[in-house]
């Protein structure tokens, strides 16, 4: 029992900052530019991509630098010639242009790598068990992703709230127009936002490519549970989502180990209510992978702007 | 001062006024019936049905979006409710004989959308926007994740079958054939079109309009923006629900691919790639995508390329969508200045149509040689085969799409200024604002 | 302004897009339209069969075709969606096509069994048939069977019972942990193993019973964690595609050190790879009716010429018996007519493509052929064959004959 809840913490805790990893970009955007980003998946995959063929040619560490940056060069790009045209028609128009976005990128990735998943592998300096609880092995790998996550929030949330350019980019997001008075190219910080953004969902791509599969429809394997971390973390609220993310990779991997139902509790209920008894017979473990989205619509009802957000749209 | 002066208006719509209303229903209605008469081949009587389901459910969509405002990700969950409650009535009234004929069985599935938006509506509509949206993108998830564990009534992966001619026939009709089922398609199109418009008429569907543009205003005026939206929600679930229900009797099958998010995504596609601004707009965007899906995957195999770039240029250059790009041209067409802006365009179409097909021409070589690079090296693009490996080809379709485009920048030119002369002479004439 | 027109035109090339795309169709060819995902997330599987059976119909085409006719493959693009395969398979009868092949997920063998039958009902004289060959839920040649239908995959209950008379003679498994995806498939797998162990090793102790979302978990170390804590040495599951791939590599990462006895370890691109990448060494094994490396010429001169062509392995030995077996059948008919292949097929005996006899039953047309267990690891000379250019191949652990992979049916088939 015991052996159990420590277990299952450790794989909590890991999954979870593998999740804000990837939706730590996400967050930037969705709560910087309120650009809710259909394509930051993609981007995600074009980092696992990008990382996986500079590592072949370059090994993994350069592409660790490089990757992120290529991608995030190419975010910067799309917006400042898609996005920024389509901000103009509307919320609407910008989510439909990152929907069309998604589905080119994906096809691109697919012309250039086949539909097939790619062997990337685990650097070999990373390879090794790092420790062993109660005959578990954890991979050195997953505690470098920990590191990584982590590092990363304490960059973002210092860079944010204490340095002078995070205060222009709050600012500029509530006040574009008073912070072009005061002289700064409004313009050019949403594009830097943006492309820093994908940078960041470009290093979740490279860093989880070898932990889970390089494949051309990886993007959306991730997608719909980035928008749970986000909206249950808040939006505007970067410590919100690392909240989020882990919350959420407790509550699945909890969940995963319970193998009680509603007949387990309540003793079984007959053959002939065929409908109920589906419901009677589910156990918690079954139902484990979309109890964050039962997360997501009751924070919703209940506190629409997330645990930690300070505002709703 | 001049509304003053202005005549009072008539109590009852003169002759010509009543024909020009009824009259585009009428005409819909015969265009519906000759339709099959013209193109009567198997594929096509399957293309016009899925092409009507489209447009009932991409209509019902627009009643969100488009009227109130309302950015749903989950509207599939009542298209597919409405479906399975649909087969599964069929199944027992097949079951048990009952004297109830196949045209009816839509309105199952009408009610069925109906019940769980009644049911999920309230807390869902409690806020717009982003909130909405997120809300509805969970409970969608939800309900289409339930749908593989709650097996015996989704079926499971495999879903539920019936038969759709075990019902009663009436007119001598079983409802096996195509044409039959076209027909009712057609009907039931036709039927919902005119409530949907209908509703748009009543006070209630111009609060709608009002609770999208300022909802604020809304309450101080005295409505509730809460209680209309969700009457709104509650009106596009039965609408759903009636194109689950035909989607299910047309073919014969129900699972959980009803529900997911692919199904909601083609709804916000056609009604925003039709125009979400016009009432029209969703039945243009249905045609276009329905044909859209079937046809493209047979042409080329990278047609989610295409199909991202389509939408992306509709939503960068035409964001009102095709009815509203056609809508634009009103006030040319009244100030009787079409001609003039017909001819600028189509000196404009050659270069832009020659960067097009050197793209295309490029893509479909690049794809032939990274994606399908067993099968030789002839591609056939616009009916012409070319081989794929002669520089030649690679000129042309580098050349094509640089001159179209230096040629096209000037025609483009010419085109805005043609526009600029044919609007100057309709805001002379009072047609344009 | 200039958008107006780009839009324009781009609102005039989409009609004009028919003409993209196509070959030219040979007239007077048998055709055979193949409706499996070629975008989407079954592509890589979609694009691989479809160059296995091109590879299949020229080697039959070369040996003088069917009845002198050449047989030609059409592809169509079903996207796994069950309602997109029947307009495709609307499509494809419209394009002339009277026999349907497909294999990827049983929803959408279910509905096309379902439609082909409808269809043929209605459309008398005008029938189609519809070839399964890999949509192994065993309700389509049981309580769903039909006439027109007939597969050529073993079915989970086959592939079970023959996987469970091999755990029969191996002393070595005692606790059996089950982790399936939950849906049809992964269910009759489940209760297959269930059913069939307790009757054959009734000391086996299961000590584990799972069933997770389908495609959807990306974290399996949880349920690594309850493998271990649970104590078995090996684990059965149907998992296949990514579920498979991540939950070998969650084992891999955790260290668990048990035997995998898979359905689809060998079935698909991807999976050897992430094998490889764990380092389990003749861990995995899997039942299959013909993987390489079985010493038999003929298949492995084939497996040669399929890589060197299109750079892919076999993942359908039994596609190879489908098509070899439509010929003659036809040849036996001396007709291409389907009502008549089909009464040719029933019953039918021949030699499968690795060597030994399979028969299509009449009863519930389900094709029966010898059955492999095989594991991957490293290779010795009698394996030649490597996968993925890993080095690692497949090496023959058992060979179930044919007559014990048989199992009853309770279809109760309606002829013409």
């Known amino acids: 029992m015991f052996e159990l809840i420590i277990i299952s913490t450790l794989n909590g805790v890991l999954f979870g900052m593998l999740l804000f990893l990837m939706a730590s970009g996400l967050t930037v955007i969705f709560s910087m530019l309120g650009v809710l980003n259909f394509a930051h998946s993609s981007f995600y995959m074009l980092g696992a991509f990008f990382g996986f063929q500079l590592s072949r040619w370059v090994g993994f560490w350069p592409a660790l630098v490089i990757g992120p940056a290529l991608a995030g060069l190419l975010g910067a790009a799309v917006e400042r010639f898609g996005l920024r045209n389509a901000h103009k028609n509307g919320h609407v128009a910008e989510l439909l242009f990152t929907f069309g976005l998604a589905f080119a990128i994906e096809e691109v990735v697919q012309m250039i790598w086949g539909k097939s998943p790619v062997d990337y592998r685990v650097p070999v300096a990373l390879d090794f068990p790092a420790f062993t609880v109660f005959s578990t092995n954890y991979p050195a790998y997953k505690m470098f992703m920990l590191v990584v996550s982590v590092a990363i929030f304490a960059v973002l949330l210092i860079s944010v709230k204490r340095t002078r350019v995070g205060l222009i980019v709050q600012a500029a997001l509530t006040h574009p127009h008073m912070v072009g008075h005061l002289g700064h190219n409004v313009g050019r910080i949403f594009m830097l936002v943006f492309g820093f953004g994908t940078a960041l969902a470009a290093v979740a791509g490279v860093i989880a490519g070898p932990a889970l599969i390089t494949q051309s429809n990886m993007a959306s394997l991730f997608g719909p549970i980035l928008f749970v971390v986000v909206v249950v973390g808040g939006l505007g609220s970067l410590p919100g989502a690392f909240i989020a993310s882990l919350l959420i990779g407790l509550l699945q991997t909890f969940a995963v180990s319970i193998n009680g139902s509603l007949a387990s509790v309540l003793g079984p209920l007959g053959p002939d209510h065929a409908f109920l008894s589906d419901i009677w017979n589910v156990t918690v473990a079954q139902i484990a992978p979309i109890l964050p989205y039962v997360l997501m619509v009751l924070i919703l009802i209940f506190r629409p702007m997330g645990l930690l957000g300070t505002r709703e749209t | 001062m001049s509304d003053i002066s202005a005549p009072l208006p008539r109590p009852h719509p003169l002759g010509y006024e009543t024909i020009r209303f009824y009259g585009i229903w009428i005409a819909a209605a015969v265009v519906l019936v000759a339709l099959p008469r013209i193109f009567s081949s198997g594929a096509a009587l399957t293309t016009f049905s899925l092409i009507g389901i489209s447009i009932i459910f991409a209509m019902s969509y627009n009643i969100l979006l488009g009227q109130t405002g309302m950015l749903s990700f989950g509207h599939a969950v009542y298209y597919g409710l409405g479906g399975f409650l649909a087969i599964h009535g069929m199944n027992m009234l097949a079951a048990s004989k009952a004297w109830i004929p196949l045209p009816l069985v839509p309105l199952i599935g009408g009610v069925a959308g109906l019940t769980f938006a009644l049911l999920l509506g309230w807390v869902s509509t409690r806020r717009s926007g982003t909130v909405f949206a997120m809300i509805s993108l969970g409970v969608a998830e939800l309900v289409a994740s339930s749908a593989l564990i709650l097996r015996s009534f989704f079926g499971g992966e495999a879903g539920i079958t019936t038969n759709r001619t075990q019902l009663l026939h009436i007119f001598g009709w079983s409802f096996g054939p195509q044409i039959q089922i076209y027909y009712m398609v057609a009907g039931w199109t036709l039927l919902a079109v005119i409530a949907m418009y209908a509703l748009t008429r009543t006070p209630w569907g ?199 485009y230096a040629l096209g920048r000037r025609t483009w030119a010419y085109v805005a200024r043609a526009w600029d002369h044919a609007a100057t002479i309709a805001r002379e004439k009072g047609y344009l604002a | 302004m200039r958008k107006i027109v780009m839009t324009a035109v781009l609102a005039m090339a989409v009609p004009a897009m028919p003409l993209l795309g196509g070959t030219a169709r040979a007239q007077d060819a048998v055709k055979i339209g193949v409706i499996d995902p070629l975008s989407g997330g079954g592509a890589s599987v979609g694009e691989v069969n479809v160059k296995t059976f091109q590879f299949i119909v020229d080697e039959l085409n070369a040996k003088g075709g069917i009845l002198g006719k050449k047989l030609e493959i059409v592809p169509f693009d079903n996207k796994t969606n069950p309602q997109e395969s029947l307009i495709q398979a609307q499509k494809a009868i419209d394009a002339g096509v009277r026999y349907l092949t497909q294999g990827n997920g049983s929803a959408v063998g279910g509905a096309l069994s379902d439609f082909v039958t409808k269809y043929n009902d209605r459309n008398p004289g005008k029938e189609v048939l519809y070839f399964n060959f890999a949509a192994i839920d065993p309700i389509l040649t049981n309580e769903k069977c039909s006439f027109w239908h007939f597969r050529w995959d073993a079915n989970s209950d086959i592939k079970m019972a023959a996987l469970t008379n091999y755990i029969t003679d191996t002393p070595a498994v005692k606790k059996v942990y089950l982790i399936n995806q939950d849906y049809s498939f992964g269910d009759s797998v489940r209760s297959g193993a269930r059913a069939m162990l307790a009757k054959k090793r009734p000391d086996i102790q299961i000590v584990g019973d799972e069933l997770h979302p389908l495609l959807k978990v990306t974290d399996f170390a949880p349920y690594i964690a309850k493998i271990k804590a649970s104590g078995a040495d090996s684990v059965i599951t149907g998992n296949w595609g990514q579920d498979l791939t991540l939950l070998l590599k969650a084992s891999a990462d955790a260290g668990l050190k048990v035997n995998w006895y898979t359905y689809y370890a060998g079935a698909a691109t991807g999976v050897p790879t992430a094998i490889k990448q764990t380092g389990l060494n003749h861990q995995v094994f899997q039942i299959s009716e013909g993987p390489p490396n079985l010493g038999y010429a003929p298949a492995d001169a084939f497996e040669k010429g399929l890589r060197a062509k299109y750079g892919v392995s076999l993942f359908l030995p039994r596609a190879v018996n489908e098509f070899r077996m439509l010929v003659a059948a036809a040849e036996k008919a001396k007709s291409i007519d389907p009502v008549k292949v089909a009464f040719a097929l029933e019953g039918m005996e021949v030699d499968v493509y690795d060597g030994g006899k399979g028969f299509m039953r009449k009863d519930d047309h389900q094709f029966f052929q010898p059955l492999y267990i095989s594991s991957f690891g490293e290779r010795t000379d009698k394996e030649p064959f490597d996968e993925e250019k890993t080095g690692w191949g497949w090496k023959l652990v058992a060979k179930i004959d044919t007559d014990q992979t048989l199992v009853p049916t309770t279809c109760k088939m309606q002829r013409p």
Not at chain 2, 292 to 307: E, G, K, M, P, R
């Open chain 2, 206 to 404: 111009r609060m709608c309009n009002a609770v999208r543009d300022n909802p604020e205003r809304v309450q101080f005026v005295g409505y509730d923006p809460h209680v209309i939206r969700y009457m709104a929600f509650c009106f596009a679930g039965f609408f759903a629900g009636i194109a689950g229900g035909l989607s299910a009797i047309n073919f014969e099958i129900a699972n959980a691919a009803y529900l997911g998010a692919a199904q909601s995504g083609t709804a916000l596609f056609a009604a925003y790639i039709g125009g979400i601004g016009f009432f029209i707009g969703p039945i243009v965007g249905a045609i276009f995508v329905t044909y859209l899906s079937l046809v493209l995957s047979d042409l080329t195999s990278v047609w989610q390329l295409y199909f991202g770039l389509i939408f992306i240029c509709v939503v960068v250059f035409a964001p009102g969508g095709v009815a509203g790009l056609l809508m634009k041209h009103r006030p040319v067409v009244r100030a009787g200045m079409l001609l003039s802006l017909l001819k600028a365009y189509l000196v404009a179409l050659v270069p832009t149509a020659a960067m097009l097909a050197g793209l295309v021409l490029g893509i479909e070589i690049i794809v032939r040689h990274t994606v399908n690079a067993t099968e030789g090296p002839n591609i056939n693009v616009f009916g012409i085969g070319l081989n794929s490996t002669n520089p030649t080809v690679w000129l042309l379709s580098v050349g094509l799409a640089v001159a179209g």
